[in-house]
């Protein structure tokens, strides 16, 4: 078959599915299975989380019906999402990753302005600027969420402990390297530096043999959040990740430093992130031959991991009797902003939802009015802006675990309508540095190229 019918039969495709929903959304298509009066929602959380919730919703909307359905973010999850819509079965509200919410904003009903006028609510004023960030599009809202998560580290504390007396040993005689060593381990590593100032001693390993890591970073295949760690990274070195019109990838790209000197923060981070699974460098602590980093930290074969507050939740169901403690993730230093890395739950309504009226009421009231039940289960940091002092690095709590503090120096980025498909790339680029396939740099070009070609497609 000609590229030419391929293209005509793609268009045909595409435009059959857009007048499907078309017909959908008059009534003339696919009719609804849902009954009538009756609110689907879709989430991630066990039911419990959400039946108060959903409670004193329906005691505030007599006659409604609510269906709760938990689903599992797997790779079916989207499509499943999009032919149950189609098939007039839900969901009116759907749980979505926080980076999925600019890809489908065309096919989400944004929220009616008098909703929060109605609470008199500003919402950049209300809500934490991750939300805003990834929320809302040309002065509209198209999700939102009660609470907020943040990249942490979790880390074992009797590996912790073992490692701060071989320090203290190893370095007798040397009271003033070994006081900055007890120092830093006593209140956790505030900046990279000091972190790599510890992995060595967290660290059991015979040759490139490890058989005790000091942190699960280096690699993708076996870091759970690779994609969100090298992107901290980078906005931490001030990288400018997209042009202002989402057109191109930048990320490769260099910037001028005070001096008026090229700098390529981009590579410099994957440069550092790559530096823990490379044998020849100090800070050698990781490699793709290690188990999962969940897996590994449970097993007691790692000191430190990073992930987000759900993990707390999980791992105290599955090991009750592993014990664990979470920090705060490391800074560049005194002269670089303090970033931290911020991803959550947000809930959306489809344009083609029946019932977006209501949907909207109730992720409203989700967000509002119960988001403190809803945070007390979810152990998420809320969404509501915080009265509290800008962070200072000297003053920054980094052996705890996150509080609303530090939702004031969290951010994302718009990875534009290809989330999923740009942190794939991201892992890549770390794949292609730690085969030696090509160099830092060479790797953040190719995958640049790429997250630039999935700008730009015009296409599903």
Known sequence: MSDKYRRIIKIIGTTLLAVVFALSLTGCGTQSTTKPNTLVIWGFYDEDVFKPIIKDFK????????????????????????????????????????????????????????????????????FVDPIIKDNVFDNQIYGLSPTVDALQIYYNPTIFDQAKSN???????????????????SNFPVTWDEFNKIIPYLTTKNGSFISISGAAIGTSNNVTYSADLLSLLMLQNQTKMLSDDLSQATLN??????SGQDVFPGKNSLDFYNSFADASQSNYTW?????????????GKVAMIFSYSTLAGYLQQIYPNFKFQRALVPQIGELNPIIDYAHYTTYAVPEISPMSKTAWDFITYLSIDSASTYRSASKELPAKKQNSADPVLKS????????????????????????VEVDNLLKQAIDRVNNRSQSSQASLDTAAANITQLLRKDTW
């Not at 006659?63 to 999009?82: F, H, I, P, Q, R």
């Not at 009116?92 to 929220?111: F, G």
């Not at 790209?253 to 005070?258: D, E, G, I, W, Y």
């Not at 490699?287 to 097993?299: L, S």
Request: overall charge positive; hydrophobic content about 30%.
């Open 59 to 126: 005691r505030k909307n007599k006659g409604l019906k609510v269906k709760y359905y938990k689903k599992n973010l797997d790779s079916n999850y989207e499509n499943d999402a999009l032919n149950s819509m189609l098939s007039g079965q839900g969901p009116d509200v759907w749980a979505i990753p926080s980076d999925w919410v600019y890809r489908h904003k065309e096919k989400l009903a944004p929220m009616p302005e008098e909703l929060l006028k109605n609470k008199k609510i500003v919402a950049k004023d209300y």
């Open 167 to 185: 320090a203290s040993k190893l370095l007798k005689g040397n009271d003033a390297a070994r006081s900055k060593i007890n120092k830093i381990f």
């Open 253 to 258: 790209l260099p910037t001028k430093n005070s």
């Open 287 to 299: 490699g793709t031959g290690m188990p999962n980093d969940v897996e590994a930290f449970v097993q």
């Open 396 to 419: 920054r709590q980094s052996n705890s675990a996150p509080t609303s503090e530090i939702l004031k120096t969290a951010t994302t980025w718009n990875k534009g309508r290809y989330p």
